[in-house]
């Protein structure tokens, strides 16, 4: 389906491709593991940011991409022709 869709969604296809990859690898996870291996944690003297994943990461870059287009404008008829 992504394949054959029109390269003006192309931003589009990716976004969804980080979402679902993501959402996969998040439940390998908890399939193999019975719980989510979290790897990432960042300390800022004693601020602690939220400890994620590398799907996590693709999620959300996923979820930013689909909102960044939408504040894009859309291509004209003769721009797709």
Not at 58 to 81: D, R, S, Y
Request: hydrophobic letters at 50%.
């Amino acid at each position: 389906m992504m394949y054959r869709s029109k390269a003006t969604q192309k931003l589009n296809n990716i976004a969804y491709a980080l979402i679902i990859g993501g959402a996969l690898g998040n439940l390998f996870d908890r399939l193999w593991h019975g719980f989510v291996v979290d790897m990432i944690d960042f300390y800022v003297g004693d601020w602690h940011f939220a400890t994620f994943n590398l799907a996590d990461s693709a999620i959300c870059i996923g979820a930013a991409l689909i909102v960044l287009e939408g504040f894009l404008p859309k291509p004209t008829a003769k721009e797709q022709a």
